[in-house]
């Protein structure tokens, strides 16, 4: 399976809230670095910070807008939805991610505006 089609299954399974199914995704000691929040490592954490917005989320969607890529590394322009306590919240995101030759993610890099999202969460 290539780098592409592995990013796309990672999206379209978001919206399922399955932490664990997502977390499967990603190599044991992937880097996921939500900009401009610290990074962080390994599976453990990935889980700790993608249940932090999927948990409390009654819907979540990665829509890819557009998407671009050569060999391993993945470019993608989204629109990450929740509704969070009963708030509908839409973030344009910037995501990168590097997949390895076993279909794995092992970085995640998302950029995107903080003030947008507390803006719509409060």
Known sequence: MNSEQIVRDFCNAVPRRDVKALVAFFTP???YHNIPIAPVVGH???ES???????PSSE??????ALA?????VLTERIDRFVLNGKKIELPVMGAFEV???GKISAWRDY????????QAS
């Open 29 to 31: 000691d992937a880097v």
């Open 44 to 46: 453990e954490a990935i």
């Open 49 to 55: 910070v993608l249940r932090q917005f999927l948990d």
């Open 60 to 65: 979540a969607e990665f829509e890819i807008v």
């Open 69 to 73: 890529s050569v060999e391993n590394t």
């Open 100 to 102: 390895t030759a076993e």
């Open 112 to 119: 995107f505006d903080m003030a947008s999202f507390t803006k």
